[in-house]
């Protein structure tokens, strides 16, 4: 099972070649409820905000929404302690992803490896280079 993370979503709003080829490759792909808010927060921060929502409104139609729960959240603040007390740091909305995808047995699909392969426990792959894409 595969969530999307939003530089992948932001490819597909963007209608980057060939991304909708590899976004059609999986089955019942989903995302985060962390990553709709990075989406949303991007169309709000825009020079389109009304079209950018209604275009994220569309995509987000096509996938499973994984929320944060209790259980979710308590995973994402065991991995933010431990990621700090190493001396690690990542954003909050990463851990909360990572933290979402962990509890579900999910893998993350992401350009960002270097930092979520930090954490462990977490499935994560990069799309391009697993699809040949640069």
Known sequence: M?????????????????????????????????????????????????????????????????????VTAQKAAEIHTRLKNSGSTLELEDVLIAGICIVNNEELVTRNLDHFKRIPGLKCRSWQGDYGMT
Do not use: C, M, R
């Open 2 to 70: 595969t969530v999307f993370d939003t530089n992948f979503l932001v490819d597909l709003l963007n209608d980057e070649p060939g991304i909708s080829h590899i976004a059609d490759s999986f089955e019942h792909p989903k995302t985060t409820a962390i990553n709709a808010f990075e989406l949303y927060y991007g169309a709000w921060n825009s020079s389109k905000p009304k079209e950018n929502i209604i275009e994220i409104n569309s995509l987000l139609k096509s996938l499973g929404i994984l929320e944060v729960d209790a």
